[in-house]
């Protein structure tokens, strides 16, 4: 018996040896900024506010929350890890119109995604499937089996079966996740420590609970938090709602994609809507929340509205890591009709954090995806949304840049906006200014107003009149980012 011996090791070239030591210390240094990164310094603080690597990476407990090692994966959307490659320029120009266009948007959105996709599939794909392969089928198979196997099967006994009884009933769909718990919240649960433990029970699944029996006939007012917080950091605003309010805490994870989180926020908004008897579902976000209930009105208007392969700046394709976890299914889409949702987001952080790409996003769960240049950041605020309504609001504090407003950029960045505005085509990496742009061009400035991109196309377009227009939109109220909170009236 021959037995085959591997080929000796070949010898490596002087230039071949150089590439691997090159190599080698591209990846030292790449881990190295991985491990500075997680000490928590320097920028990196302002991502986190207040997380520890703890706080990412503690193990999840229960076999069944393994959505496989993308679905818990909380890294970066897409830009980040590609070391050594500069980032890609963002191209982008504004269409602006002087018509008054106030709700335009609302009717011509669901009129078009309503008839459209509905008429182009069932008629294109029912034809297609069922002319080709039942003439296929019918055709060959039969004359084929009759002819090779009446030879060789003829000596043989032959068993028959059961008879088959064929069923063309449609196989039901699965039910929607349940996220709504109706179980009331108590002052012990909403602290972050008693949140942390109840996602580790949950294998990191949000979760919607009230303040108090539910009553069908109040409004319901979804609370979101930002991140390194629970629930209760959501006190001072939830007690300026209104009387007639029914309040919902939303517990999420800080550790899970905040695509995925998002996603989860529509079920809840969703099963919300369905314990009570009017239309208006009122979500109330702050900071990190303020970027998943964002996320969450896109899933509403569109349950792709977050791409699953982006480029990279190298040039290929990259899979968005932390979509959706294994076996969630979400609420089907209610037709505006069914429900009216209106945002109010404080302090968001719409612009991101520094404006190139960082290995660091690969390594740090969560704060990585908050890069500005990120796949995530990049998507947010460029999808069709679902909600009626929607209010932004900024802390006025000169030393706290957590979340920028257009306000806080300089007048040689704000221009750029202009040029785009003009009909120019503009490239840049100032992915941060862009961010903030998307996050506020289409809100009005006062009641019946012009979007505020509109506004800038017919009045003409300067960095003062930015700054003028968006404090219309988007006003800045006193306090820092977290004080702003209780600043807030409803």
């Not at 030292?28 to 991985?34: H, I, K, L, R, T």
């Not at 303040?211 to 007690?239: C, F, L, T």
Request: with cysteine.
């Amino acid at each position: 018996m021959l037995v085959s011996q591997p080929p000796p090791p070949p010898t490596a070239s002087p230039l071949a040896a150089r590439a691997l030591f090159l190599a080698m210390l591209v990846l030292a240094v790449g881990m190295s900024a991985c491990l500075s990164e997680d000490k928590g310094t320097g920028s990196t603080e302002q991502w986190r506010e207040g997380m520890s690597t703890e706080d990412e990476e503690e193990p999840e407990v229960c076999d069944e929350c393994d959505g496989g090692a993308d679905a818990g994966d909380a890294g970066d959307a897409g830009d980040a890890g590609d070391a050594g490659c500069p980032p890609p320029e963002q191209e982008f120009t504004e269409t602006a119109t002087c018509d008054d266009d106030a709700g335009t948007d609302a009717g011509s959105n669901t009129g078009s995604d309503g008839g459209g996709g509905g008429g182009s599939d069932a008629g294109s794909d029912g034809g297609a499937d069922a002319g080709s392969d039942a003439g296929r089928d019918a055709g060959t198979g039969p004359v084929v089996d009759a002819g090779a196997d009446a030879g060789t099967d003829a000596g043989a006994t032959l068993a028959e079966g059961p008879p088959v009884q064929a069923s063309f009933a449609p196989q039901a769909a699965p039910a929607p996740t349940p996220v709504l718990n109706p179980t009331p919240t108590t002052a012990g649960d909403r602290t972050n420590g008693a949140e942390r433990s109840r996602m580790r029970a949950r294998c990191g699944m949000c979760e919607l609970r009230p303040r108090g029996p539910i009553d069908p006939n109040k409004v319901p007012y979804i609370s979101v938090h930002g991140i390194g917080a629970g629930p209760e950091v959501m006190d001072p605003a939830i007690n300026n709602f209104p009387s007639n309010a029914q309040v919902y805490d939303f517990f999420y994870p800080d550790n899970r994609h905040p695509m995925e989180t998002a996603d989860c926020l529509r079920n809840a908004i969703v099963q919300a809507r369905g314990a009570h008897s009017g239309t208006t579902v009122q979500v109330v976000a702050h900071s990190l929340g303020a970027i998943i209930a964002t996320g969450a009105d896109h899933s509403l208007a569109d349950e792709e509205w977050m791409p699953t392969e982006v480029p990279t700046n190298c040039g290929f394709m990259k899979k968005v890591r932390g979509r959706h976890r294994k076996g969630f299914v979400l609420e089907p889409a209610p037709s505006p009709s069914q429900l009216d949702l209106r945002m109010t987001l404080i302090d968001p952080v719409f612009q991101g954090f520094t404006d190139a790409p960082l290995i660091v996003s690969d390594c740090v769960p969560g704060p990585g995806d908050l890069t500005a240049g990120s796949a995530l950041m990049q998507t947010l605020n460029t999808r069709p949304t679902f909600s009626r309504q929607r209010r932004v609001f900024y802390a006025n504090h000169p030393s706290d840049d957590k979340a920028r407003d257009l306000t806080e950029f300089d007048d040689a960045d704000l221009e750029l906006i202009c040029k785009a505005i003009r009909g120019e085509t503009v490239r840049t990496r100032k992915f941060g200014l862009i961010n903030a742009w998307n996050a506020v061009k289409n809100l009005r400035a006062g009641p019946g107003g012009k979007k505020l991109k509109d506004a800038l196309g017919c009045g003409g377009c300067s960095a003062a009149r930015i700054k003028e227009l968006a404090g219309q939109v988007a006003p800045r109220l006193p306090g820092d980012h977290t004080k702003v909170i209780e600043e807030v009236t409803f």
